[in-house]
């Protein structure tokens, strides 16, 4: 029940209808008896500092901030984390008394992601990220921290790799194509594999070569939606393991639920919520 003390947080983005911010953190918000709500607001380009001051405003619990205003929220909080500081990007507000903070929770969500959800430690294991855009970012930036023993960037735009190899630290560098093949871990992190990026000849386009993949390799793609992207279908095809994005996801949410509420979140309330919301989507869609 919705009551005059009840605490709002919401997400801000452009687009946001197809967020599974609201399902995942409304769970974890009912699952724990807190009086919050989580709700979604498109806010356009130019924005986002609005956004931001509309949190001070409203007093808001706690505000998710993704594309494409993580760089503006970052710019126009009181004080960041050291990992939103040098991201330049922040995905999660947060107070702090009266402080309002930024963090950025995608890399720690990778880590759990990989580390509780799959038992895999990334320390010492050779990395190669396709994609560094703002996810690609900020997963260097966490193997780098969790001391990967290599951070390979792969990204069809010189610079961008370049930016995201230096934050990966001492261990990152910036490769080929071809690195692919010699890492224990390969990262998809190019909206390549989303329904919505489709090939002109009607195909799925893949992120690289996926006969380089090897039955010795984790592949995670970033992508939840489908669950079992075309990398993902062949890699597996090749006996390698293989993880989608949902559970950096759940983990990012997790983060920013202990942020807001101090509390510790029911991450199964979150995963099976977010899982009955992409199966409605594909009923809606009619697939
Ligand atoms: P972004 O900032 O737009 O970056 C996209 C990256 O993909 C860039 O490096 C871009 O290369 C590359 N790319 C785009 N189209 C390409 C193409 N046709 N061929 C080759 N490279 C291409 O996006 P983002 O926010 O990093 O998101 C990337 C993916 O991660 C998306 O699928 C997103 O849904 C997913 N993601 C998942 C989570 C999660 O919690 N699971 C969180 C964040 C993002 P250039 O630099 O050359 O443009």
């Known amino acids: 029940m919705v009551s005059g003390a009840t605490r709002l947080a919401a997400v801000v983005g452009d687009p946001i209808r197809h967020s599974l ?12 008896g807190l009086d919050w709500l989580y709700v979604a607001f498109q806010v356009p380009e130019g924005e986002g500092r609005a956004a931001v001051d509309a949190v001070r405003t409203l007093g808001l619990g706690g505000l998710s901030v993704t594309m494409p205003h993580k760089a503006v929220a970052a710019a126009a909080c009181d004080e960041l984390t050291g990992v939103a500081k040098a ?3 922040a995905n999660c507000l947060y107070w702090q008394g009266t402080t309002l903070c930024g963090d950025n929770t995608d890399g720690a969500g990778f880590l759990d992601a990989l580390r509780l959800d799959e038992g895999i430690d990334p320390a010492g294991a050779r990395c190669v990220i396709v994609g560094a855009g703002g996810a690609g970012r900020a997963v260097a930036h966490a193997l780098g921290e969790a001391d990967a023993g290599r951070v390979v960037i792969v990204n069809r735009s010189p610079r961008p790799a370049e930016h995201a190899a ?6 990152g560098v910036v490769g080929a194509p071809h690195d692919v093949a010699g890492a224990d871990i390969v990262v998809n992190a190019t909206p390549l594999g989303m329904g919505t990026v489709v090939a002109t000849d009607g195909s799925k386009p893949l992120p690289l070569d996926v006969d380089l993949l090897t039955s010795a390799q984790v592949i995670v793609d970033l992508i939840y939606d489908p669950a079992t992207t075309p ?11 293989t993880v989608n994005g949902l559970g950096m996801l759940i983990h990012q949410a997790a983060h920013a639920f202990r942020r807001w509420t101090s509390e510790e979140p029911a991450l199964e309330a979150m ?15 009619g697939y």
């Open 166 to 171: 230096r934050l990966a630290g001492p261990a």
């Open 87 to 89: 991201l330049g990007a």
């Open 21 to 32: 911010s609201p399902a995942i953190l409304n769970a974890a918000f009912e699952a724990a």
């Open 271 to 285: 995963s099976a919520a977010a899982l009955r919301q992409l199966a409605r989507r594909t009923a809606d869609s």
């Open 231 to 241: 990398l993902l279908a062949a890699a597996h095809g090749r006996g390698a393991r």
